[in-house]
């Protein structure tokens, strides 16, 4: 069984920085897609970015392009996103979510989701 943890959310200033990472388990995670969303009130779950595990091949909506970047770590089985020159419309509960096989940016498409991080960025 697929477990995802986040961490690393918080309250941070307009133009500043926070690294969130989440922990995987429970399966050998070679063959997944792993895909970071976020959710703000009232709106739609939307990709941010996604890897697959075994090629560290990416994607990135355009509002991450140039700003976040999503990396893994095969030795701790974690996934991260650093977020840089974060912005007040970044604020979200950010979701990770793993899907088997190739990348998606449909958030139906994937099958585990960890419970999520709150980001608040304050202007």
């Known amino acids: 069984q697929v477990q995802l943890a986040e961490s690393g959310g918080g309250l941070v200033q307009a133009g500043g920085s926070l690294r969130l990472s989440c922990a995987t388990s429970g399966r050998t995670f070679n063959t997944y897609t792993m895909g970071w969303f976020r959710q703000a009130p009232g709106k739609e779950r939307e990709i941010v970015a996604a890897i697959r595990w075994i090629s560290g091949m990416t994607y990135y909506a355009n509002s991450a392009k140039g700003r976040f970047t999503v990396s893994r770590d095969n030795t701790k089985n974690t996934v991260y996103l650093q977020m840089d020159s974060l912005k007040p419309e970044d604020t979200a509960v950010y979701y990770c979510?793993?899907?088997?096989?190739?990348?998606?940016?449909?958030?139906?498409?994937?099958?585990?989701w960890g419970q999520g991080t709150q980001v608040t960025v304050s202007s």
């Open positions: 979510a793993a899907r088997l096989g190739l990348t998606s940016m449909k958030a139906a498409e994937y099958d585990s």
